[in-house]
T-cell receptor, first 108, second 119 residues
């Protein structure tokens, strides 16, 4: 079942912080975050596992609340390169169900 | 390894024609996935393979769609008798069930996609 992402869009100035959220109506075992720029493939950012383990490639932090079936991605001191659409994917039966995305625009 | 590659990057076809797309996964990866993405939406799962076995197909995948991964390496996705509603970005991703160099297990890495336009 498709996770719900909010807010739909965020506009922030360079250096500002933002939080984007992903929630599911079913139990989550892992949450995968991707960022996609226009016309490009989704790029893996981070995986959050049940039990609190977190693995990622970039200096973007995230949390995973298993009880609430939610994950949040924290964009701290945002850079222009953070612009794009962020998708969360929730793990079900060896495949991912993606939300509709959070569009993030960082302006100078 | 340079990542997941897909060919062609763009395909324009007329309604009713057949099209075939190719995906070459990361060489160490045993799982391969196909997704479809339309404007304003996240990727939608179509099917996945573990080695050469097709383990799951989405209900989105009508009889006009077929996918193969004959030797457990590259995969093809064929759409027969294309319709205008098939216009989308077709994404391929691969993953490994074990840790590979610099990558996490069960993490899907996407290719650049094939953009299909059906006229």
């Amino acid at each position: 079942q498709q996770p719900v992402q909010s807010p739909q869009a965020v506009i922030l100035r360079e250096g500002e912080d933002a939080v984007i959220n992903c929630s599911s109506s079913k139990a989550l075992y892992s949450v995968h975050w991707y960022r996609q720029k226009h016309g490009e493939a989704p790029v893996f950012l981070m995986i959050l596992l049940k039990g609190g383990e977190q693995k990622g490639h970039e200096k973007i932090s995230a949390s995973f609340n298993e009880k609430k079936q939610q994950s949040s991605l924290y964009l701290t001191a945002s850079q222009l390169s953070y612009s794009g659409t962020y998708f969360c994917g929730t793990d079900g039966n060896n495949r991912l169900a993606f939300g509709k995305g959070n569009q993030v625009v960082v302006i100078p | 390894d340079t990542g997941v590659s897909q060919d062609p990057r763009h395909k324009i076809t007329k309604r009713g024609q057949n099209v075939t797309f190719r995906c070459d996964p990361i060489s160490e990866h045993n799982r391969l996935y196909w997704y479809r993405q339309t404007l304003g939406q996240g990727p939608e799962f179509l099917t996945y393979f573990q080695n050469e076995a097709q383990l799951e197909k989405s209900r989105l995948l009508s009889d006009r769609f077929s996918a193969e991964r004959p030797k457990g390496s590259f995969s093809t996705l064929e759409i027969q008798r294309t319709e205008q509603g098939d216009s989308a970005m077709y994404l391929c991703a691969s993953s490994s069930t074990w840790k590979t160099s610099g990558m996490y297990p069960d993490t899907q890495y996407f290719g650049p996609g094939t953009r299909l336009t059906v006229l």
